[in-house]
């Protein structure tokens, strides 16, 4: 049975700064894995989704990566900004069903 | 660009009555998903519908049933609601599903339910 983590649960950094989330998972068979983000009241959207071929993608300031072997998924936040703070939660398709990370949620301070 | 739209957004039940989750997506999806978040247990599928006539269950479908109206719509049912069943409830669309589903799925703002 699929299990996703992501740790921390919750950051916080100051405006500017690098960042990378983590994600992991427990099986590698999975068909891609996917980043959101999660406003407050809101639902989700999706940020990057790396299909299980690629090794990363980009949109923006944000690059994703992914290791099947090793059970591993980063996101990487260039210079950040305070419009950055959301809960990021990743998530692996395995059979085309999404298994969810509890997620971690970022604060970017001005 | 309505997207995923749910309806309501906002309901209050008490332990036993029933009550249908609306949920409509307007991108011509094939695969339409229903999801339930809770503190500390992130988000679980409940139900999910590849295509126009099939439903499945998810992770946690006690207590729930679905209905494929048709391409578009996709409703959740809860027949006798319980205290357990408060949580935001999400539903999701996406164009395909199983090995073909590499495109994102896209998510409705979610109805936050309370049963007392």
């Known amino acids: 049975k699929q299990e996703v983590t992501q740790i921390p649960a919750a950051l916080s950094v100051p405006e500017g700064e690098n960042l990378v989330l983590n994600c992991s998972f427990t099986d590698s068979a999975i068909y891609n894995l996917q980043w959101f983000r999660q406003d407050p009241g809101k639902g989700l959207t999706s940020l990057l989704l790396?299909?299980?071929?690629?090794r990363e993608q980009t949109s923006g300031r944000l690059n994703a990566s992914l290791d099947k072997s090793s059970g591993r998924s980063t996101l990487y936040i260039a210079a950040s900004q305070p419009g950055d703070s959301a809960t990021y939660l990743c998530a692996a398709s395995n059979t085309g069903k999404l298994i969810f990370g509890q997620g971690t949620t970022l604060q970017v301070k001005p | 660009n309505a997207g995923v739209t749910q309806t309501p957004k906002f309901q209050v039940l008490k332990t036993g009555q029933s009550m249908t989750l609306q949920c409509a997506q307007d991108m011509n999806h094939n695969s339409m998903y229903w999801y339930r978040q809770d503190p500390g247990m992130g988000l679980r599928l409940i139900y999910y519908?590849?295509?126009?006539?099939?439903?499945d269950k998810g992770e946690v479908p006690n207590g729930y049933n679905v209905s494929r109206l048709n391409k578009r719509e996709f409703s959740l049912r809860l027949e006798s609601a319980a205290p357990s069943q408060t949580s935001v409830y999400f539903c999701?669309?996406?164009?395909?599903?199983?090995?073909?589903?590499?495109?994102?799925?896209?998510f409705g703002d979610g109805t936050r339910l309370s049963i007392l």
């Open positions: 999701a669309s996406s164009e395909k599903t199983g090995w073909l589903s590499n495109q994102p799925q896209h």
């Open positions: 790396i299909q299980s071929s690629q």
């Open positions: 519908s590849a295509s126009e006539g099939t439903t």
